[in-house]
T-cell receptor, first 112, second 115 residues
Framework: TQLLEQSPQFLSIQEGENLTVYCNSS?????LQWYRQEPGEGPVLLVT?????EVKKLKRLTFQFGDARKDSSLHITAAQTGDTGLYLC????????????FGAGTQVVVTP | DAGVIQSPRHEVTEMGQEVTLRCKPI?????LFWYRQTMMRGLELLIY????????DSGMPEDRFSAKMPNASFSTLKIQPSEPRDSAVYFC?????????????FGSGTRLTVV
């Protein structure tokens, strides 16, 4: 099993602050995806990064894929209360039929 | 598009009973995945299908668990007999061809409680 480690496990910040969540592995993935999950719902895809060194922006969210395709980060600028949720990174296992290996998640709480 | 549909949303059953969870993937998606989520272990892949064929069931905890996909629009996950440690949220997800880029779509999950 290719493990993905997320850090931190929990993050509490105030509205307007910035935050970064990290996702690290010793294994290479075909691509890496970030999901956000809210209570009582399934994870929802935010972004997919495929190329080593790739940077993608989604409004206030910036996603980076490491050059070696083993790690990724999610940066949120000027967090809002609506950003509260469980952020999950997931890597597509090479040679699989799209099999995703998930990290344990980072619980983000943004307070007014 | 109605998304991935799971039923029931909640299930409470007594230890030893059979439990069947159901999933309808998005039309046109050719891969289907069953995950289990707990606080202790996070999201665990149980089994996944490609074009209705089971590809990898190495995550199925034991013989009490079985999954079927008789056609492209329906899958079941069965636990027989159920045990309290099976209590978790079970998610079904589907993905289209080329899922490296397009990601999964998850259902809303079935919260299973075995008492």
């Amino acid at each position: 099993t290719q493990l993905l480690e997320q850090s931190p496990q929990f993050l509490s910040i105030q509205e307007g602050e910035n935050l970064t969540v990290y996702c690290n592995s010793s294994s290479v993935f075909s691509s890496l995806q970030w999901y956000r999950q809210e209570p009582g719902e399934g994870p929802v895809l935010l972004v997919t990064v495929v190329t080593g060194g790739e940077v993608k922006k989604l409004k206030r969210l910036t996603f980076q894929f490491g050059d070696a395709r083993k790690d990724s980060s999610l940066h949120i600028t000027a967090a809002q209360t609506g950003d509260t949720g469980l952020y999950l990174c997931a890597g597509v296992v090479p040679g699989s039929w799209g099999k995703l290996q998930f990290g344990a998640g980072t619980q983000v709480v943004v307070t007014p | 598009d109605a998304g991935v549909i799971q039923s029931p949303r909640h299930e409470v059953t007594e230890m030893g009973q059979e439990v069947t969870l159901r999933c309808k993937p998005i039309s046109g998606h050719n891969s289907l995945f069953w995950y289990r989520q707990t606080m202790m272990r996070g999201l665990e892949l149980l089994i996944y299908f490609n074009n209705n064929v089971p590809i990898d069931d190495s995550g199925m905890p034991e013989d009490r668990f079985s999954a079927k996909m008789p056609n492209a629009s329906f899958s079941t996950l069965k636990i027989q007999p159920s045990e309290p440690r099976d209590s978790a949220v079970y998610f079904c997800a589907s993905s289209p061809p080329g899922s490296n880029m397009r990601g999964y779509t998850f259902g809303s999950g079935t919260r299973l409680t075995v008492v």
